[in-house]
């Protein structure tokens, strides 16, 4: 059986499409066009399904805040720039013993006792400046079902006086066992 070779005409049809009634050309035009949107769907299906859970859900948590500050030891709280998840009294404690080390900064908490039944405190220090005006904030928090994210930026940049300081921002969230990223 041999196969007919299908040649392009001048006007851009192949030999067997000339040949056909105009009733034939639309169905086999409108055809093309079906498949070609069908084709178009489906590559596009692929591509949005194949990301990485770009699009989950994420939801606003609602934060308290406990403390934003500076440390004024200069480095005398052993503290280093770091960022904290504590979820249980003696973690806590701990830690506001180090931030009293030098001046009782905790009076000035807005509280010092939690819940950690129902919340967790999100602690965030940066590292000593060798001049005041700085300060870390911690401006949004979200969630999704596998993870809480803490965003975290630098309001003030500095150079106001010329005390050392160590700014630090704590806040308190509902409870979860999520990991808590820090960005």
Request: charged share 20%.
């Amino acid at each position: 059986m041999k196969r007919a070779r299908q040649v392009l005409t001048n006007n851009g049809m192949t030999n067997s499409e000339q040949h056909m009634t105009p009733i034939k050309k639309y169905r086999f035009s409108h055809m093309k066009t079906k498949i070609s949107i069908v084709l178009m769907t489906i590559i596009i299906g692929l591509m949005t399904s194949c990301s990485e859970n770009d699009d989950e859900l994420y939801y606003s948590v609602n934060f308290t805040l406990i403390a934003q500050d500076n440390l004024y030891g200069a480095g005398e709280e052993n503290i280093d720039q770091q960022n904290l998840r504590i979820s249980d009294s003696n973690s806590w404690n701990e830690l506001m013993d180090k931030m009293n080390t030098v001046n009782n900064v905790c009076d000035n908490f807005t509280e010092t006792t939690i819940d950690f039944g129902n919340f967790i405190i999100i602690a965030v220090f940066d590292n000593i400046k060798s001049h005041g005006g700085h300060s870390i904030d911690i401006t949004k928090i979200i969630e999704n079902e596998n993870k809480t994210i803490t965003t975290i930026d630098n309001v003030l940049k500095g150079n106001a006086t010329t005390v050392m300081t160590q700014p630090f921002h704590i806040v308190k969230i509902p409870k979860t066992d999520k990991s808590v990223i820090f960005e």
